[in-house]
C-alpha cells in the first residue's frame, strides 16, 4: 500500500528537533532563545524552520525586527507538536511506572464550580482504589483548559467546548448546566422585600465577571426592560474575594450558590428569593479523540463519569 503524502513528510522530513525547538517557539518570540531553550544553535534552528516550510510549502512564522510570530499554519504545528512530546512522555512515564511499580500520572482541569465537589469526589474514589496514582489537578477557564487539553498538557478537562474549531477533534460528554442565584450578605436590605423588582437591581451595586455568558445574560436582561446597566460594578473572577466583598457592602452577585455553600450554611451570605433563569452552558468532561489514556488517566475518567452520573459513550461499530 502506498504511503500517503502525510506519512512521507512525517518519516521523511519530521524528526524530534523540529517537535521540540516547534515548541519552544511557540513559548518564546525569539529564534535565538528558543534555539537556546532547544539545545541548538541559532543558525541550526533556522535551518530546521526553513526544513519544514519548504516541506510543508506554506510560511510558519513571520520575521519581524525583534523576533517571530507564528503564522496560523505555525500555531496549529507547535499545537500539535506539543502534543505529539507529551504523548512521548507519558509513554516514558508509564514505562518507568510499571518498571518501578507505581500508579502513574492523572492531569485534570476544571472551570470553577465543578472544581468544589465533583472533581474533589472522583479524586477521592482514584485515590482510594490506588494511592499511588498521582493526580493533578488546575482550575481556569474552558478556553485555557480546553486549549491545554489540545497540546496534550491534560488528560482530561471538565468544562465547556467554546471553540467549533476545536470540537471535531474533542469528545464531550455531558455533567450539568449552572444556574445562577443572586447572592447578597446575610442582612442586606433586599433580603425583606418581596416586590424587589429589575430596575431596582438594575440600580444596585454589582460584582460581575469580566465578559461571558452569565454578563451578557444579566446585561440582555436590564437592556430588554429599557434599563440602564448597572454603573457601579466590581469586575473579579477571584471567586476568594467575593464573600469579603459582599459583607463590606450591599453588592449583589450572580453566583452558582455550590461556590459560596460553606459562606451561606455559615449564616454569612444570603439567597435573594428571585429566579431570572441565570446559567450558564452545559459543562462536561471533554477529552481527545482518537487518544488513548493511560491507565492511570482512564481510571481517573471513569471516577470523573460515576462522580457526574455519566454513562460511557458507546463505541461506534
Known amino acids: ?25 511557540g513559548r518564546h518570540p525569539s529564534i535565538l532563545h528558543a534555539a537556546e531553550a532547544a539545545g541548538l544553535t541559532q543558525p541550526g534552528a533556522s ?38 512530546l507529551a504523548e512521548m512522555d507519558a509513554a516514558h512515564q508509564e514505562v518507568m511506572q510499571g518498571l518501578a ?7 485534570v482541569g476544571s472551570v470553577l464550580t465543578p472544581s468544589t465537589a465533583l472533581v474533589p469526589r472522583a479524586v477521592q474514589m482514584v485515590k482510594t482504589l490506588n494511592p499511588r496514582i498521582e493526580v493533578h489537578v488546575s482550575v481556569d477557564t474552558s478556553k485555557v483548559l480546553v486549549e491545554q487539553l489540545r497540546a496534550g498538557e491534560l488528560d482530561i478537562v471538565v468544562g465547556r467546548i467554546l471553540d467549533p474549531s476545536a470540537a471535531a477533534e474533542l469528545n464531550f460528554e455531558p455533567l450539568a448546566d449552572e444556574p445562577h442565584a443572586l447572592i447578597v450578605r446575610a442582612g442586606h436590605p433586599w433580603l425583606a422585600r418581596t416586590d424587589l423588582t429589575v430596575a431596582e437591581l438594575a440600580a444596585g451595586a454589582w460584582i ?40 463590606d457592602s450591599d453588592r449583589v452577585v450572580a453566583l452558582p ?22 446559567r450558564a452552558d452545559v459543562y462536561g468532561i471533554v477529552t481527545r479523540k482518537r487518544h488513548h ?24 461499530p
Open 47 to 84: 535551518k530546521l524552520i526553513g526544513e519544514l516550510e519548504h516541506a510543508l510549502g506554506v510560511p510558519l512564522f513571520e520575521r519581524l525586527p525583534r523576533g517571530v510570530v507564528p503564522t496560523w499554519y505555525g500555531k496549529v504545528l507547535i499545537r500539535r507538536a506539543g502534543a505529539a
Open 101 to 107: 511499580g507505581v500508579g502513574g500520572r492523572a492531569s
Open 257 to 278: 450558590p455550590e461556590l459560596v455553600r460553606s459562606h451561606l450554611e455559615a449564616g454569612q451570605l444570603a439567597v435573594l428569593p428571585m429566579d431570572f433563569g441565570l
Open 293 to 316: 489514556l493511560s491507565p492511570s488517566a482512564q481510571a481517573m475518567l471513569e471516577a470523573l463519569r460515576e462522580a457526574g452520573g455519566v454513562n460511557p459513550p458507546t463505541p461506534r
Open 208 to 247: 460581575l465577571p469580566s465578559a461571558g455568558r452569565l454578563r451578557e445574560q444579566l446585561m440582555a436582561m436590564f437592556v430588554a426592560r429599557g434599563l440602564e446597566l448597572p454603573h457601579d460594578i466590581v469586575e473579579t473572577s477571584a471567586l476568594s474575594l467575593v464573600p469579603r466583598l459582599l459583607a
Open 1 to 25: 500500500m502506498p504511503s500517503s503524502p502525510s506519512d512521507r513528510f512525517i518519516r521523511s522530513h519530521l524528526k524530534t528537533r523540529h517537535l521540540v525547538l516547534l515548541v519552544e517557539l
